[in-house]
């Protein structure tokens, strides 16, 4: 295992709601994860004096990946991703199952994420999950390529990951979209009283301009719907939305998924 104490993780804001992560280690080696956009990544690299040594890609959306040429051109550094983001600049092709140590800064375990895309990656190092756009703070992926059935056998692993790892399991999402997603959580299970509580301590940190895409795993199964179809008080909100018994986890969590998009379109009138 590694050898690194304690890595510290820094969040970098991209793009218009994107986050880089920073991971950190031993005598400022450091791991990025993602690369929606290379010049914000550069200057925080450069303000803070770390060695990047590596990049992970969790899947081949632009707003991931997009920077990627530009940060390797300005670090050269090896980069892990999946198979599809070879022709944007993926040297190590990683999958699910696979393993690798990052000099410095940690060992990383490689998990298969399907649902928001074919190609998402999660990756795991300690207590920190590093999962992109499958399960977001308060919500998840919306399912561009993947089905309902991948998705929520993603989500499913990841949480029960956390429960491998511990109480500190800490996920770190790929954008800022915690408030959106609490204001549907607060509308699916409005007598929830972590979710309310989450909601006020979301908006305060959001008005301090503080990033609140990571989060325990532990806050995440008592406050994020995706992980809550089976709780029997979001299952029959999900039931009373679509007027019928629901038996299938899948058929739920497809549901509610349906549901977050109505709500989100209404939102947006
Ligand atoms: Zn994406």
Request: charged fraction near 25%; include cysteine.
């Amino acid at each position: 295992m590694s050898t690194v104490t304690a890595p510290t993780i820094h969040c970098i804001p991209v793009l218009s709601d994107n986050y880089v992560w920073l991971i950190e280690g031993d005598d400022r080696a450091t791991v990025i994860i993602d690369a929606g956009e290379a010049g914000p990544v550069i200057e925080a690299i450069e303000a803070r004096g770390l060695k990047p040594v590596a990049t992970l890609i969790t899947h081949h959306h632009g707003d991931h990946v997009q920077g990627l040429a530009a940060l390797a051109q300005r670090f050269p550094m090896a980069v892990y991703g999946p198979d599809s983001c070879r022709r944007v600049g993926v040297e190590t092709v990683v999958g699910e199952g696979d393993r690798f140590s990052v000099p410095g800064v940690g060992e990383f375990a490689v998990m298969a994420t399907p649902g928001h895309t074919q190609d998402h990656l999660s990756y795991v190092s300690g207590q920190a999950i590093f999962c992109g756009d499958t399960l977001f703070t308060g919500g998840c992926g919306r399912l561009f390529e993947g089905t309902a059935a991948q998705m929520l056998h993603s989500l499913d692993r990841l949480a029960a990951l956390g429960d491998e790892i511990g109480p500190e399991a800490t996920i770190y999402c790929g954008h800022e979209y915690t408030t959106d997603s609490l204001r549907f959580a607060a509308h699916a299970e409005p007598d929830n009283p972590d979710i309310a509580a989450r909601v006020r301590e979301v908006a305060t940190k959001r008005s301090n301009g503080e990033p609140t895409a990571s989060a325990t795993m532990d806050l995440e199964k008592r406050t994020n719907p995706f992980l809550r179809v089976r709780v029997p008080a979001l299952r029959e909100a999900i039931e009373r939305y679509v007027g019928e018994c629901i038996e299938d986890d899948i058929e739920a969590f497809a549901q509610l998924r349906h549901w977050k998009d109505d709500f989100d379109g209404l939102a947006r009138l």
